[in-house]
């Protein structure tokens, strides 16, 4: 497990491809060269983060801390993207990215952090195991300790 890099953008954007096509209910629009830019600018900021796994990429989340749009005060942390290769989606890949970006988010001041899937991926059971509550079709951890 490790920080993204600039290096590791093409491959991030393949993977985006890959998220984009497997959208439910239908794909959604993909730009390379968007996402790409998109996914540069956002590396720059300091409350962004992209934790991978796996040489090549088997599985990524994608986030930042935001303040909550009604108490400025509340940070949270939202993972905009999470994905794990589908021969890998058994494993514990998934339970890692996400212990990744929780310890990143509580050394931020996050109090809880969101995930969903765009894919129709079910995430009951991640969310299960590391005891979020579903909140519609997203999931909220709050940022608690947890084995």
């Not at 540069?40 to 990524?60: Q, T, Y």
């Not at 765009?118 to 195991?129: E, I, N």
């Amino acid at each position: 497990m490790r920080i993204a890099e600039y290096t590791d953008v093409p491959a991030l954007v393949a993977i985006g491809s890959l998220i984009a096509a497997e959208a439910k209910p239908a794909p959604l629009p993909f730009s390379a060269e968007t996402r790409t830019a998109w996914l540069r600018a956002m590396m720059r900021l300091p409350n962004f983060v992209c934790f991978i796994e796996g040489d090549p990429i088997i599985g990524a989340i994608l986030g930042a801390c935001v303040p909550n749009a009604d108490e400025p005060n509340y940070i949270e942390a939202i993972a905009e993207y999470l994905w794990v290769a589908p021969e890998h989606r058994q494993s514990r890949t998934a339970l890692r990215l996400i212990a990744a970006f929780r310890d990143w988010g509580r050394q931020r001041g996050a109090r809880a952090l969101f995930f969903a899937s765009s894919t129709g991926a079910d995430l009951s059971t991640l969310a299960r195991l590391v005891g979020a509550d579903e909140i519609g079709r997203s999931y909220r951890l709050p940022l608690a300790p947890w084995h």
